[in-house]
Nanobody, 119 residues
Framework: QVQLVESGGGLVQPGGSLRLSCAAS????????VAWYRQAPGKQRELVAS???????SYVDSVKGRFTISRGTTKNTVFLQMNSLKPEDTAVYYC?????????????WGQGTQVTISS
């Protein structure tokens, strides 16, 4: 089994910052790409940021310059540093990881963490 656990969400005022963490555990041989998605009420889930196995990253235009995705030193943890937060960043944030285990490569999802930006 593979588990992804997100943490770090919460309520902050506009202009504030949050750092989300995604920790993977289980029978993991290798983690390839990891991505953060978000889903606001009544909206489709959107890809926010992703980081490749090689370290390259990409972002949706609305968060460029404000969000930074990075891998932890353990390689099984990925962070999303979110600065200059706006009310429109309010959503449930999910991490998804492409994982190799026992010769099979599949995508696993976490349960999500709520981020609310409000004054």
């Amino acid at each position: 089994q593979v588990q992804l656990v997100e943490s770090g969400g919460g309520l902050v005022q506009p202009g504030g910052s949050l750092r989300l963490s995604c920790a993977a555990s289980g029978d993991i041989f290798k983690i390839f790409d990891v991505a953060w998605y978000r889903q606001a009420p009544g909206k489709q889930r959107e890809l926010v940021a992703s980081i490749r196995e090689t370290g390259g990253s990409s972002y949706v235009d609305s968060v460029k310059g404000r969000f930074t995705i990075s891998r932890g030193t353990t390689k099984n943890t990925v962070f999303l540093q979110m600065n200059s937060l706006k009310p429109e960043d309010t959503a449930v944030y999910y991490c998804a990881a492409e994982v190799m285990r026992f010769g099979n490569r599949n995508t696993y999802w976490g349960q999500g963490t709520q981020v609310t930006i409000s004054s």
